[in-house]
């Protein structure tokens, strides 16, 4: 999936003040690409990651995936990307708490009305909880896993779909040494074998290991460190 | 959207997050139903002691049911609100979950309506059949208050009691839930999902 920005404005009105949190982002993401977004809090890593996820529309800019232009898409569509070809990996360890790990990672598939069977479902579900180590915690909930084991959850959730394009946000963020090993390791199998991963993060080690650097400073890219 | 996999009907009807829901905030929900009914109680007693004698006399004997018919339709209102609230704050990050994996909204919008309505639903029954019972119990007010014979037109008035209460409940099932599941369906999962 190639990813193309041009001139991305993102301004957020607030009361009698408007912020601008992204200042013309002009950015090109080829298919397979590994590429992290750093810079300091509040620099619009986050924002400029959602936008590309269609969960906020710019104020201004185009955005093309394989050269369709989306921007003015409406939202059920964009719905239906996030379905289809999407996955997500957010900062917030957002998962269902009153169903168990395995039926946390089924959700995606409940939305997609050309789902396979539920047996089908649960295969692959089963299938990638292996990939990941998690097979004897699928019957737990949430409230009993730890951080780590969490968002090697969210993960496994956001893979479901196969998807061609995984936006991170911060996916090691507070986890100790070796959970944090364990996720690095997993974003790097999962690129090569050729998905495309945008991800966001302040952890350089991290970063490192992605094959393109952007560092964003007060809304703009100010230099690209690495690729 | 919704199919017959026991996953979908967890998602469907959430009794386990209203059993979550219970768990966490028993404690919160017994006051407030403690709390509505003593303001049930507390309302009646001061209406009636600020009445003279006789207009209390009057009242005990021919309003009385009015002022309970009244007050249980606030309880539930507010009951059904409360509930409401509770369960749909408490899963904002579930609906901005749901939406990033490609929920649209009118779906989440369903979704929402279908968990939320079920419980004043089974509510709303169970406060209309103790209608049906405090009417036949003051029966011989509604004839004396509306001056009207036995038969036809008092079943007539019977019945129009019961069906403008009825009424009276799907509205406020309607205006307690609609208005906001329309809010929480139309929100971004960007600001759900971040703060």
Redesign the interface.
């Given at each position: 999936m190639n990813i193309k920005l041009f001139g991305i404005e993102k301004i957020y009105k607030e009361k009698n003040r408007a912020i601008q949190a992204l200042g013309g982002i002009n950015l090109d993401i080829n298919e397979g690409n590994y590429v992290t977004l750093v810079g300091p809090s509040g620099s619009g890593k986050t924002t400029l990651l959602s936008i590309i996820g269609g969960l906020i529309k710019p104020t201004s800019g185009d955005i093309y995936f394989d050269s369709k232009k989306l921007t003015h898409l409406p939202d059920h569509h964009w719905s239906t990307l996030r379905k289809k070809h999407f996955g997500f990996i957010f900062q917030k360890k957002v998962i269902i708490p009153h169903l168990t790990v395995l039926e946390n990672i089924m959700v995606p598939l409940v939305f997609d009305e050309e789902r396979s069977s539920h047996i089908q479902i649960k295969a692959r579900a089963e299938e990638l909880l292996a990939d990941f180590e998690m097979e004897t915690r699928k019957n737990d909930y949430p409230d009993k896993l730890s951080g780590g084991e969490l968002q090697r959850v969210t993960i496994v959730r956001s893979l479901m779909t196969n998807p061609r394009l995984l936006l991170a946000d911060e996916p090691t963020g507070d986890l100790d040494k070796k959970s944090s090993e364990k996720i690095i390791n997993a974003l790097k199998n999962l690129n090569k074998n050729g998905m495309t991963i945008i991800m966001v993060t302040h952890n350089m080690d991290l970063a490192r290991t992605s094959r393109t650097i952007y560092s964003i400073k007060e809304g703009r890219i100010e230099k690209v460190l690495k690729g | 959207?919704i199919?017959k996999?026991s996953?979908?009907k967890?998602?469907n009807i959430?009794w386990?997050?209203y059993?979550?829901l219970a768990r966490n905030n028993f404690w919160f929900i017994m006051k407030l139903v403690l709390f509505l009914l003593w303001g049930m109680i507390l309302i009646n007693l001061g209406i009636l002691y600020s009445l003279d004698i006789k207009l209390r006399y009057d009242i005990l004997e021919k309003w009385v049911f009015l002022l309970i018919l009244i007050s249980l339709n606030l309880a539930f209102l507010l009951f059904s609100y409360t509930l409401f609230s509770l369960t749909t704050k408490k899963r904002q990050?579930?609906f901005?979950?749901?939406?990033?994996?490609?929920?649209?909204?009118?779906?989440i919008f369903h979704l929402i309506l279908q968990e939320s309505v079920i419980i004043p639903v089974i509510v709303s029954i169970l406060i209309l059949v103790l209608e049906i019972f405090l009417l036949l119990y003051y029966r011989l007010e509604i004839h004396s208050l509306f001056n009207i014979e036995y038969g036809f037109a008092f079943f007539l008035t019977f019945g129009k009691f019961f069906f403008l209460n009825a009424a009276l409940q799907f509205l406020i099932i309607f205006f307690s839930l609609f208005p906001s599941a329309l809010y929480f369906s139309r929100l971004?999962?960007?600001y759900i999902?971040?703060y």
């Open positions: - | 959207m199919g996999s996953l979908n967890k998602l959430t386990l997050a059993r979550d990050d579930e901005g979950i749901l939406r990033s994996l490609g929920a649209r909204r009118s779906e971004d999962p960007y999902l971040r």
